[in-house]
T-cell receptor
């Protein structure tokens, strides 16, 4: 499985935008970029995914570099409830649908 | 619409004992996967069940086994417990119809069972 690299931790002020980076230099053409987050005492929760184009949903935006070797998860206005560990995961299109390979993720702290 | 439910939420066992954890998938899902999450680490894939058979397996010993029932619910069994088996065990569900490509749908996780082995 292709690997991703994320910073161990980041901090943000509430109501400020947050940009969470992820490097995936060995990404293959069929790998989708998925983001999950894990709030304290909960299981991981899907956030967003994309292949080549930037994606938006109600939770976040995903900006994908033109060469696809990096991506950025954007939380437009962080709240205290966004404090979590954020995982960037590459998932093969071929459909090993359940096997997600998690790294250690980025722990996001949000302060008032 | 109930999400993924797991039981029990917490469990304490003694080294050498056996444990069974249970999972009910999200309504409409037929595939169940199990993950182990050690403290401070990301979840690690144990195995996946579909149509009552183990379809994929991660790098875990045979002490870890599972079962899927006709109603799609699943059990994870761990024999001869070791101190290192202490972890959060997560169940995730999905639908086999949502594999890759256009769909590439997300997994839905439960909140896990915290297993402590003493």
């Amino acid at each position: 499985d292709a690997k991703t690299t994320q910073p161990n931790s980041m901090e943000s002020n509430e109501e400020e935008p947050v940009h969470l980076p992820c490097n995936h230099s060995t990404i293959s053409g069929t790998d989708y970029i998925h983001w999950y987050r894990q709030l304290p005492s909960q299981g991981p929760e899907y956030v967003i995914h994309g292949l080549t184009s930037n994606v938006n949903n109600r939770m976040a935006s995903l900006a994908i570099a033109e060469d696809r070797k990096s991506s950025t998860l954007i939380l437009h206005r962080a709240t205290l409830r966004d404090a979590a560990v954020y995982y960037c995961i590459l998932r093969d299109e071929a459909g090993t649908a359940s096997k997600l390979t998690f790294g250690t993720g980025t722990r996001l702290q949000v302060t008032l | 619409d109930a999400g993924v439910t797991q039981s029990p939420t917490h469990l304490i066992k003694t080294r050498g004992q056996q444990v069974t954890l249970r999972c009910s998938p999200k309504s409409g899902h037929d595939t169940v996967s199990w993950y182990q999450q050690a403290l401070g680490q990301g979840p690690q894939f144990i195995f996946q069940y579909y149509e009552e058979e183990e379809r994929q397996r991660g790098n875990f010993p045979d002490r870890f086994s599972g079962h899927q029932f006709p109603n799609y619910s699943s059990e994870l069994n761990v024999n001869a417990l070791l101190l290192g088996d202490s972890a959060l065990y997560l169940c995730a569900s999905s639908s086999h119809r949502d594999r890759g490509g256009l769909y590439n749908s997300p997994l839905h996780f439960g909140n896990g069972t915290r297993l402590t082995v003493t």
